[in-house]
């Protein structure tokens, strides 16, 4: 055989094949035209599943992203909670200072002279904490709030309300509205009031 009619005998084959193929697609071409209305049903009903999937993923990042910011606002406005209450005890002996030198009002000028540096001092370290969201809870006069004061004791004061502070034993600090120290107060108490037993 010579090369040419190999190439014919190949060329015949390989246009049977083609063919052969061309009428077996024909055959299962009614199948097929069902196919691709199930294969875009199918991908239809994937896009969708996907979307949904995508919504429910930024509502997850928004909320995550929203406490995050909450969190971040949170611990810059109470991180300094912690170190406030270290240095509140500063303020108190300060003013313990104040008013131990204020009976001598017309004693020694040096003890005058102190209590003025003293109570200069204490102004600007508490202008210095309120810079910072730290403000002083002086209840004196007030109705006691349980939320901000701790009643050390209730004793009968005709002249003043009943349930009103007659006495502030230590001053109360909030920061940024949030309770740091409850101011420690005296209660006036009603004079109808029953008596209770502070022993117990």
């Not at 409850?182 to 117990?200: F, L, N």
């Amino acid at each position: 055989m010579s090369t040419d009619e190999n190439r014919n005998d190949q060329l015949e084959d390989d246009l049977q094949g083609t063919a052969e193929e061309s009428v077996s697609g024909v055959e299962e071409q009614p199948e097929a035209a069902s196919g691709p209305e199930n294969e875009a049903d199918a991908l239809r009903d994937q896009v969708q599943d996907l979307n949904d999937q995508m919504l429910r993923l930024q509502a997850e990042m928004q909320n995550v992203r929203r406490r995050a910011e909450m969190d971040v606002e949170k611990a810059r406005k109470f991180g300094l909670e912690r170190m406030v209450k270290e240095l509140l005890p500063v303020a108190d002996s300060l003013e313990k200072a104040v008013e131990s030198t204020a009976g001598d009002a017309e004693g020694d000028a040096l003890v005058v002279s102190m209590r003025e540096g003293i109570e200069m001092t204490l102004a600007l370290y508490l202008g210095s904490l309120k810079k910072f969201g730290v403000e002083q809870l002086n209840p004196l006069g007030e109705p006691f709030d349980p939320q901000l004061h701790e009643a050390m004791s209730m004793v009968p004061a005709p002249e003043a309300e009943p349930n009103s502070v007659v006495a502030v034993v230590q001053k109360g600090y909030t920061l940024n509205d949030r309770l740091v120290r409850p101011a420690m107060v005296v209660v006036a108490k009603a004079e109808d009031a029953p008596k209770i037993d502070e022993q117990a």
